[in-house]
């Protein structure tokens, strides 16, 4: 598949959502993992370089599940982990994500990113209420793996 879509948003019950990884390979060797946050339903997803900001100020065009690239050679497993989306539904701020991910690289070597200290932590730079997501690899599809998102539901 070209990428896995998620719709299922629902602010009257859920502040925030969590997305677990299962050994997500993709097709084409050596390429980045985004995640791409729509606002109207998942018609359209923001794939502007500079809508979303990593590690500081640098210009992504997606949530970057990882700073390194994903290997799909033989014994290389892609990528497992936990992606958070916070508050997504609040359209007066910037929606925070944080990736903790192990990676197998391109190299064959794995790769523990997490937070902001391997580049985890992306920034959608547009105050709106994002209500779906899609994760994709920067080109190509996705060869095999599972992702399965969680709702945390509001406090009270």
Do not use: C
């Not at 969590?18 to 084409?28: A, D, E, K, R, S």
């Not at 932590?121 to 996705?142: C, M, P, R």
């Not at 992702?147 to 406090?155: K, T």
Request: charged content about 10%; hydrophobic content about 35%; proline content about 1%.
């Amino acid at each position: 598949t070209a990428s896995v879509v998620f719709t299922q948003f629902d602010a009257s019950k859920y502040d925030h959502y969590q997305f677990w990884f299962q050994y997500l390979i993709p097709v084409t060797d050596n390429v980045l993992l985004f995640g791409y946050a729509s606002t109207d339903g998942g018609s359209n997803y923001d794939t502007t370089s500079g809508n979303y900001h990593f590690n500081g100020t640098t210009d992504v065009a997606g949530y970057l599940i990882g700073d390194q690239y994903v290997g799909s050679a033989a014994n290389e497993y892609g990528v497992s982990g936990n992606f958070q989306l916070l508050a997504p539904h609040n359209t007066s701020v910037y929606t925070h994500s944080i990736a903790q991910m192990s990676i197998q690289a391109a190299n064959g070597k794995y790769v523990y990113s997490v937070g902001g200290a391997v580049g985890g932590a992306t920034i959608h730079l547009v105050a709106a209420d994002v209500d779906a997501i899609k994760f994709q690899f920067e080109s190509g599809n996705i060869e095999s793996g599972e992702i399965v998102m969680y709702g945390i539901a509001n406090g009270t």
